[in-house]
């Protein structure tokens, strides 16, 4: 699948592996800081690579875990490919000299694309550098720089003045938990990106015919995000439970695997081609595993991260849900003093 898409979305934006200066590869992307982690992370483990007690910045895998559901690109790379190709690729992209009939059998894989061989291979030679990382980087770099701009603007209170966007900073400290101000920033960027995601996901539901879940639904901390994301894909089957779920989509999956997914395991990307896969114009719906995997990310690193004893899991997801909320909020508040502040343009203006 990602194959036959990479041609469309790296073409169309004019990247190749030996074009990289554009400047919104430059400008947009937000660079990953140094953080410390308490504990081990669970789902996210071996994508971060962070060792508890030691300080340093997670890896950019961490993005191929949220948006393709792989621990690593070069693990999505080896999934598409097959583990015979993988290793054909693998030496190409070291330079080894391989036959003809090797390069030829990778060729098939990519559909004969040839442009599409050299991206995949720069991703192995230097992930962070390829073209697909770059691409994933400016994305949600995109996202996470718009909902810093909104969030920078001064709205005011209609009764005293002040402003109402409250500073990430003060909203961290008066919650219960104890987590450093780097690591507090990043969950506060998942939050925010999730956010951005699927207001855009949502914004585009009328081209499909199944509209996905709100971040309100995805957030909800009564579950995990998986959960709540899974029981969205239930209504739609009518089922009243996972278990039934499974079977009305015709889905092969063990019995058991759904409610292993429900309360956090990684939700693997064939387990949800599988439950979509009888849904027409599933695509809004299937995005939206994007902010749901960012949420699962957001209360995991916010377990690991906390200082003191680990957050239980429903302590993590409240308060993740309570920072989605009041962005939503804000963003509410800001919308509706941009709609007032128009309207007193168009009134003050001559006619």
Same mark, same amino acid.
């Given at each position: 699948?990602?194959?036959?898409?990479?041609?469309?979305?790296?073409?169309?934006?004019?990247?190749?592996?030996?074009?990289?200066?554009?400047?919104?590869?430059?400008?947009?992307?937000?660079?990953?800081?140094?953080?410390?982690?308490?504990?081990?992370?669970?789902?996210?483990?071996?994508?971060?690579?962070?060792?508890?007690?030691?300080?340093?910045?997670?890896?950019?895998?961490?993005?191929?875990?949220?948006?393709?559901?792989?621990?690593?690109?070069?693990?999505?790379?080896?999934?598409?490919?097959?583990?015979?190709?993988?290793?054909?690729?693998?030496?190409?992209?070291?330079?080894?000299?391989?036959?003809?009939?090797?390069?030829?059998?990778?060729?098939?894989?990519?559909?004969?694309?040839?442009?599409?061989?050299?991206?995949?291979?720069?991703?192995?030679?230097?992930?962070?550098?390829?073209?697909?990382?770059?691409?994933?980087?400016?994305?949600?770099?995109?996202?996470?720089?718009?909902?810093?701009?909104?969030?920078?603007?001064?709205?005011?209170?209609?009764?005293?003045?002040?402003?109402?966007?409250?500073?990430?900073?003060?909203?961290?400290?008066?919650?219960?938990? =104890?987590?450093?101000?780097?690591?507090? #920033?990043? !969950?506060?960027? *998942?939050?925010?990106? &999730?956010? %951005? /995601?699927? +207001?855009?996901?949502?914004?585009?539901?009328?081209?499909?015919?199944?509209?996905?879940?709100?971040?309100?639904?995805?957030?909800?901390?009564?579950?995990?995000?998986?959960?709540?994301?899974?029981?969205?894909?239930?209504?739609?089957?009518?089922?009243?439970?996972?278990?039934?779920?499974?079977?009305?989509?015709?889905?092969?999956?063990?019995?058991?695997?759904?409610?292993?997914?429900?309360?956090?395991?990684?939700?693997?990307?064939?387990?949800?081609?599988?439950?979509?896969?009888?849904? =027409?114009?599933?695509?809004?719906?299937? #995005?939206? !595993?994007?902010? *749901?995997?960012?949420? &699962?990310? %957001? /209360?995991? +690193?916010?377990?690991?991260?906390?200082?003191?004893?680990?957050?239980?899991?429903?302590?993590?997801?409240?308060?993740?849900?309570?920072?989605?909320?009041?962005?939503?909020?804000?963003?509410?508040?800001?919308?509706?003093?941009?709609?007032?502040?128009?309207?007193?343009?168009?009134?003050?203006?001559?006619?």
């Amino acid at each position: 699948m990602l194959l036959a898409a990479l041609p469309l979305y790296l073409g169309n934006m004019e990247i190749s592996p030996f074009n990289r200066e554009l400047p919104l590869f430059e400008a947009l992307p937000v660079p990953l800081w140094d953080v410390t982690i308490s504990r081990e992370l669970r789902q996210f483990k071996s994508a971060v690579g962070l060792s508890p007690c030691l300080t340093a910045t997670p890896s950019v895998n961490v993005l191929a875990a949220i948006v393709f559901g792989r621990s690593s690109f070069e693990a999505l790379v080896r999934r598409e490919l097959g583990d015979v190709e993988f290793r054909n690729l693998r030496n190409f992209a070291r330079g080894h000299v391989k036959s003809p009939r090797s390069l030829g059998s990778i060729l098939v894989k990519c559909g004969g694309d040839h442009v599409l061989l050299e991206h995949l291979a720069a991703i192995l030679r230097d992930p962070a550098s390829s073209s697909l990382v770059r691409l994933v980087s400016v994305i949600e770099g995109a996202a996470y720089r718009l909902m810093l701009f909104l969030r920078s603007l001064h709205t005011p209170c209609p009764c005293c003045g002040a402003n109402t966007i409250t500073r990430s900073e003060d909203w961290w400290n008066s919650q219960a938990c =104890n987590i450093a101000a780097p690591e507090a #920033a990043l !969950v506060d960027r *998942a939050c925010m990106v &999730a956010v %951005a /995601i699927s +207001f855009f996901i949502s914004r585009h539901k009328d081209s499909f015919s199944r509209a996905p879940p709100s971040i309100w639904q995805l957030a909800e901390a009564s579950a995990h995000p998986y959960r709540n994301w899974l029981e969205s894909v239930a209504r739609i089957f009518q089922a009243p439970d996972l278990s039934r779920l499974a079977v009305r989509a015709g889905a092969d999956l063990e019995p058991d695997a759904l409610w292993r997914y429900a309360r956090g395991e990684t939700l693997p990307p064939e387990a949800i081609e599988m439950l979509i896969s009888r849904i =027409n114009g599933s695509g809004a719906i299937q #995005a939206a !595993v994007i902010p *749901a995997r960012t949420l &699962a990310f %957001a /209360i995991e +690193f916010l377990r690991a991260s906390n200082m003191e004893q680990p957050l239980d899991d429903s302590m993590a997801r409240k308060i993740v849900s309570d920072r989605i909320a009041t962005i939503r909020s804000e963003l509410g508040l800001l919308l509706r003093d941009f709609v007032h502040r128009q309207a007193h343009i168009h009134l003050a203006t001559p006619r």
